[in-house]
């Protein structure tokens, strides 16, 4: 048997990950989504923890952009990219299915954390949301701490967005590509408009994308996925 097969088969890594996406059905999804959103809160909490410990922030935003006005309509919009998040693992039929696109997102949180911690921006926005809408509507409502308000570049939401829309639109394509694409840039900019990002954050979060997203496609093809992130079989006729 060739070395690097030796290698694949004793790599506990890709072992655990072909353990998970050979879970069949409904339960494989949840299960691949659960890993998902456990792990990303692990992430996020603890880079915000880190990044709150600065005592000085940088000031890597424009002049400008304390002057644009708080757009309190653009809110629920901005809202949206969390509530797809939570409902993607729907689309799916299988762990098989799930494991790519969640694992994606997954990783983009993790490439992220460094700079959240790293970069810690000074909030250049005036308003009367000090901290910020998951502040206002989120956590202080329910008496928690906000754990969302350091966590600015790369923006997850522009990455998240992105990121979203291209796994719908492949899935499904043809008019989904307008539909992903016409729901994701408005989201993306609705960042700056309800002050919980700034310029650099949207770029950097555009570059996050770009760079993780051919993983994608290379990720389902490991998986034995088609061009569309589906499993074939699930396709053929019975008998």
Same mark, same amino acid.
């Given at each position: 048997?060739?070395?690097?097969?030796?290698?694949?088969?004793?790599?506990?890594?890709?072992?655990?990950?072909? &353990? =998970?996406?050979?879970?069949?059905?409904?339960?494989?999804?949840?299960?691949?989504? #659960? =890993?998902?959103?456990?792990?990303?809160?692990?992430?996020?909490?603890?880079?915000?923890?880190?990044?709150?410990?600065? #005592?000085?922030? +940088?000031?890597?935003?424009? %002049?400008? %952009?304390? &002057?644009?006005?708080?757009?309190?309509? $653009?809110?629920?919009?901005?809202?949206?990219?969390? +509530?797809?998040?939570?409902?993607?693992?729907?689309?799916?039929?299988?762990?098989?299915? $799930?494991? @790519?696109?969640?694992?994606?997102?997954?990783?983009?949180?993790?490439?992220?954390?460094?700079?959240?911690?790293?970069?810690? =921006?000074?909030?250049?926005?005036?308003?009367?949301? *000090?901290?910020?809408?998951? #502040?206002?509507?989120?956590?202080? *409502? +329910?008496?928690?701490?906000?754990?969302?308000?350091?966590?600015?570049?790369?923006?997850?939401?522009?990455?998240?967005?992105?990121?979203?829309?291209?796994?719908?639109?492949?899935?499904?394509?043809?008019?989904?590509?307008?539909?992903?694409? $016409?729901?994701?840039? @408005?989201?993306?900019?609705?960042?700056?408009?309800?002050?919980?990002?700034?310029?650099?954050?949207?770029?950097?979060?555009?570059?996050?994308?770009?760079?993780? =997203?051919?993983?994608?496609?290379?990720?389902?093809? &490991?998986?034995?996925?088609?061009?569309? #992130? &589906?499993?074939?079989?699930?396709?053929? *006729?019975?008998?």
């Amino acid at each position: 048997m060739p070395a690097s097969t030796d290698r694949q088969e004793d790599d506990p890594t890709r072992s655990l990950v072909d &353990r =998970i996406s050979s879970v069949p059905g409904r339960p494989g999804v949840w299960l691949v989504a #659960g =890993i998902y959103f456990v792990g990303f809160s692990i992430v996020w909490t603890l880079a915000h923890e880190l990044s709150d410990l600065h #005592g000085t922030r +940088l000031p890597l935003t424009f %002049e400008w %952009e304390s &002057r644009l006005p708080l757009q309190r309509w $653009a809110i629920p919009l901005y809202f949206t990219l969390d +509530l797809s998040v939570i409902l993607l693992p729907l689309a799916f039929r299988s762990a098989r299915e $799930a494991s @790519p696109p969640m694992g994606l997102l997954l990783l983009q949180v993790v490439i992220a954390a460094p700079f959240f911690v790293l970069l810690p =921006i000074e909030n250049a926005y005036v308003d009367d949301m *000090p901290t910020g809408v998951w #502040g206002a509507y989120l956590f202080e *409502p +329910l008496g928690m701490k906000n754990v969302s308000q350091w966590n600015q570049t790369p923006s997850l939401h522009v990455t998240y967005s992105l990121t979203v829309a291209t796994v719908v639109a492949r899935r499904w394509g043809g008019i989904w590509w307008c539909i992903g694409l $016409a729901w994701a840039i @408005p989201v993306s900019i609705t960042t700056m408009l309800v002050h919980e990002h700034h310029l650099v954050c949207v770029a950097g979060g555009l570059l996050l994308y770009v760079g993780t =997203i051919p993983l994608l496609g290379a990720w389902n093809a &490991r998986s034995g996925l088609d061009g569309s #992130g &589906r499993e074939t079989r699930f396709d053929r *006729p019975a008998g």
